[in-house]
């Protein structure tokens, strides 16, 4: 069963610095990978879609990476802002041939000014 | 503008009320999936729907019902609500599964005393 693991669960960071975001799935057999952003009383926001066949994405100050072999993404920010400061979750979609999404628990973001 | 619409936003009410969260997405998507939010758990998907008439179990669909009458629209029925599906639920949807991104409500927090 696939299960994936986003660690850590919370990280603060000074404004200004590059952090890296980790994304585990125990099954490679996934379709794609999609990183989102939450913030607090808000829904998700799709931030990048990596598909299977990609090794990444990049949008803005956003970079992600997808390694199948080895079960990972890592999404990349650079020169961080207090806006970053939200609750980042990843999510894989199988090749199981069903349509289902299986989602991280999400890393807490707090950049501080 | 683009957007998936949910309602209620908040609900409190009680043991074996039936109740209806409805869900409307204005971008002719022929995707939908409904998602529950619980801490320590993350999201987990509820019911999906690959288009009209047409929908599947998540990983969790005990307790809950959904239909697909019209494109647009995809609520979801607690026939006989528990506290233990005092949750947070979201509605997403996308145009083609594994190709784009999901778009995802607001979310309705509900309450089960």
């Known amino acids: 069963k696939q299960e994936v693991t986003q660690i850590p669960a919370a990280l603060s960071v000074p404004e200004g610095e590059n952090l890296v975001l980790n994304c585990s799935f125990t099954d490679s057999a996934i379709y794609n990978l999609q990183w989102f952003r939450q913030d607090p009383g808000k829904g998700l926001t799709s931030l990048l879609l990596?598909?299977?066949?990609?090794r990444e994405q990049t949008s803005g100050r956003l970079n992600a990476s997808l390694d199948k072999s080895s079960g990972r993404s890592t999404l990349y920010i650079a020169a961080s802002q207090p806006g970053d400061s939200a609750t980042y979750l990843c999510a894989v979609r199988p090749t199981s041939g069903t349509y289902k999404y299986i989602f991280g628990t999400g890393t807490r973001l707090k950049v501080l000014a | 503008e683009a957007q998936v619409t949910q309602n209620p936003r908040y609900l409190i009410t009680v043991t074996g009320k039936k109740l209806t969260v409805t869900c409307s997405q204005n971008?002719?998507?022929?995707?939908m999936s409904w998602y529950r939010q619980d801490p320590g758990l993350g999201l987990r998907q509820i019911y999906y729907s690959m288009n009209v008439e047409v929908t599947d179990k998540g990983d969790v669909p005990e307790g809950y019902k959904v239909s697909r009458k019209e494109k647009r629209n995809f609520p979801l029925i607690l026939e006989s609500p528990s506290p233990n599906q005092t949750s947070l639920y979201f509605c997403a949807s996308s145009i083609r599964t594994g190709l784009q991104p999901q778009h995802f409500g607001d979310g309705t927090r509900l309450s089960i005393l």
């Open positions: 971008m002719n998507h022929e995707y």
């Open positions: 990596i598909q299977s066949s990609q």
